[in-house]
T-cell receptor, first 115, second 118 residues
C-alpha cells in the first residue's frame, strides 16, 4: 500500500471551476513534490516543497497554486485550467530535503480532465 | 547535459521469459544517482532501486537484477521469469548530486512499456 495518499483519484472540471488536489504523507519526509504526467510521457516536475517552504517552481503557470499547510500535507489549487492541463497529477515525498539522491515515494495520482 | 535514453519503447514477452530493459545515461558529473521506477496501469510510480555512481556492484532483488556499468554508461534492468504482474511502464532516471547532499531534480528516460502475456 502506498504511504502517499492523494485525493481525489479522478476529477473532471470545467475551465471556470476552482478545485483542489490533496496529498498526505505520514512518513516524516521533509520534501514533497507535485508532478504532472501526460500519457506515454515521463513525469514532469512542477513544484518542490522542502521543510514546508516552496523550493522549486518549474515555471508553472499561475493557474496552478501549490500550498503546504504542514509537513504532512500538500495541496494543489486549480483555477481557470485549460483542456491541455488534463493529465495525471502525482504527489511524491522524500526523506531528504528535496530529493534527487534519495528515492521519492509517489501517490497513485489524480487523473484530471478539464472540459 | 544530462540525458537518459531508454531505447526500447515497447517490449512484449510471454510469461516466464527473461527480459532486459536498457538504460543509457549521459552526465559530466562524477557524482550522480540512478533510479528505476515501475508504473503499473494504476498510475502510481513505484520505486525499485537507487544506485550511486561509486557503487558498481550489481544488485539482485528476487526476480529483479540490475547491471550498472560506468564504462558504457548503462544501468540495465533484468526481470527473470517474468510474470503478468510485471506488465508496466518502467522508467530509468538520473540525478546529479554532491557529497554535501545537495540534490538535483530527476532526469527521466521516456520509459519502456513492458507487456507480459500469459
Amino acid at each position: 500500500d502506498t504511504e502517499v495518499t492523494q485525493t481525489p483519484k479522478h476529477l473532471v472540471m470545467g475551465m471556470t471551476n476552482k478545485k483542489s488536489l490533496k496529498c498526505e504523507q505520514h512518513m516524516g519526509h521533509r520534501a514533497m513534490y507535485w508532478y504532472k504526467q501526460k500519457a506515454k510521457k515521463p513525469p514532469e516536475l512542477m513544484f518542490v516543497y522542502s521543510y514546508e517552504k516552496l523550493s522549486i517552481n518549474e515555471s508553472v503557470p499561475s493557474r496552478f497554486s501549490p500550498e503546504c499547510p504542514n509537513s504532512s500535507l500538500l495541496n494543489l489549487h486549480l483555477h481557470a485550467l485549460q483542456p491541455e492541463d488534463s493529465a495525471l497529477y502525482l504527489c511524491a515525498s522524500s526523506q531528504a530535503a528535496w530529493g534527487g539522491n534519495t528515492e521519492a515515494f509517489f501517490g497513485q495520482g489524480t487523473r484530471l480532465t478539464v472540459v | 547535459a544530462q540525458k537518459v535514453t531508454q531505447a526500447q519503447t515497447e517490449i512484449s514477452v510471454v510469461e516466464k521469459e527473461d527480459v532486459t530493459l536498457d538504460c543509457v545515461y549521459e552526465t559530466r558529473d562524477t557524482t550522480y544517482y540512478l533510479f528505476w521506477y515501475k508504473q503499473p496501469p494504476s498510475g502510481e510510480l513505484v520505486f525499485l532501486i537507487r544506485r550511486n555512481s561509486f557503487d558498481e556492484q550489481n544488485e539482485i532483488s528476487g526476480r529483479y537484477s540490475w547491471n550498472f556499468q560506468k564504462s558504457t554508461s548503462s544501468f540495465n534492468f533484468t526481470i527473470t521469469a517474468s510474470q503478468v504482474v510485471d506488465s508496466a511502464v518502467y522508467f530509468c532516471a538520473l540525478s546529479e548530486g554532491d557529497y554535501a547532499g545537495n540534490n538535483r531534480k530527476l532526469i527521466w528516460g521516456l520509459g519502456t512499456s513492458l507487456a507480459v502475456n500469459p
